[in-house]
């Protein structure tokens, strides 16, 4: 019998500052379009960066922090509780096509504008987990658990918009989720489900000078991950692994001083494949093991779309916004597992990059696990 519980987990992230530079590509007689697409890409861009956020800042070699210790007694159990925090800054970079293809010909009417958003970003994740410990003496071990968090971040507009007032977004989103784990020999692999809770607010531009309104949303997401240490002699290893999340994100309206925005749902499918190296180092107290990481990430979501409308027009405006394709994330870092206790630990720095991604930040975590303790390392986070 294996035995869990849904714990609730709850974090804290500090508010983030972000910045978007907003240029336009169009006909000139298209002109006073410009800052009207920049403010409502804005807004698109604001969203799907907070919810790319979400699925790449909390999520390393696998969604949650657990560790199944070697050598412990067949069907005993087990568990822990854990922390990780992360802190950084992302610079995404997405394009928005405004157009009315429901009543012009294509290409009659149409601009175009290259948006970049700055998130900076720092934050908190915790969760707790029981486990069943190498089951019917298989050497499985399976966690089941819940975690946790808050997110927030904020997006303005670089260049000065139409209405004088640069657009403004900010979003928070607190998130629940609950997780299991399987660990046999030197497999491993985890299956997450999180629901994310948007709380969204937008100021001037469009909505009007000293004005803001508040927009909700909710997504729903499933990530998995796999992966296998193969060990290179020398206390020395390579673990290549791979993962996925999917999201599904459904928008309230955006009022507007202009008119309503209407988001259509939106869906990301975030695919990565990666490779982790390092080395295991034991000393009287403390075992090491430093690493170094490289994954790569591919967005393979269609543009997020939304409509703009207006009662003075007999047809909506239509709103495409680019996603962040691919990049490559990079990072060093170092775990460690105090000797004979329940005590583990790991700190990783990360930097990102690709044709519309760049960034860095620092992944921290820190576990206490019952059950059976044995020297050896076998963390996954």
């Not at 009659?108 to 998130?119: E, G, I, Q």
């Not at 975030?270 to 982790?276: D, E, K, N």
Request: net charge negative.
């Amino acid at each position: 019998m294996i035995l869990g519980t849904a714990v609730f987990a709850l974090a804290l992230v500090a508010p983030a500052d972000g910045q978007a530079a907003c240029v336009t590509r169009l006909d000139p007689l298209l002109a006073p379009f410009a800052t009207f697409l920049c403010d409502v890409t804005s807004q698109a861009n604001g969203v799907n960066a907070t919810l790319n956020t979400l699925n790449t800042a909390f999520s390393t070699q696998s969604s949650a922090f657990v560790a199944g210790p070697l050598g412990d007694k067949p069907d005993s159990s087990g568990g822990g509780l854990w922390t990780r925090f992360v802190a950084g800054r992302t610079d995404i970079g997405s394009t928005g096509s405004l157009s009315a293809t429901s009543a012009l010909p294509p290409g009659l009417f149409s601009v175009s504008a290259d948006s970049r958003t700055r998130l900076e970003f720092a934050g908190f994740q915790v969760g707790a987990d029981f486990a069943r410990i190498n089951i019917n003496n298989s050497g499985w071990t399976i966690n089941l658990g819940a975690t946790g968090g808050y997110v927030s971040s904020e997006g303005r507009e670089r260049e000065q918009s139409l209405f004088l007032t640069s657009a403004r977004g900010r979003y928070e989103v607190p998130f629940f989720g609950l997780y299991a784990t399987f660990i046999g020999g030197n497999f491993f692999a985890d299956v997450q489900v999180r629901w994310d809770f948007f709380n969204m607010q937008a100021s001037e531009g469009l909505i009007g000078p000293s004005v803001s309104t508040n927009f909700d949303a909710g997504a729903v997401s499933l990530s998995s991950s796999v992966g296998y240490k193969i060990e290179l002699g020398s206390q020395f290893f390579i673990e290549p692994s791979a993962g996925f999340v999917y999201s599904v994100l459904n928008i309230d309206d955006l009022p507007t001083l202009l008119g309503v925005q209407v988001f259509d749902e939106v869906k990301s499918l975030l695919g990565r494949a990666g490779v982790r190296v390092g080395t295991t180092i034991v000393t009287n107290n403390v075992a090491w093991q430093p690493f170094a990481i490289a994954n790569v990430w591919h967005e393979f979501a269609d543009a997020s779309t939304s409509h703009f409308i207006n009662p003075a027009l007999t047809f909506p405006l239509d709103l495409s916004t680019s996603r962040v394709g691919t990049f490559g994330q990079f990072g060093i870092g170092i775990a460690g597992h105090v000797v004979n206790t329940g005590w583990f630990g790991y700190v990783r720095l990360d930097y990102r990059t690709g044709e519309n991604v760049e960034g860095y930040g620092i992944n921290a975590g820190l576990r206490y696990q019952w059950g059976e303790n044995g020297s050896a390392i076998r963390v996954r986070y």
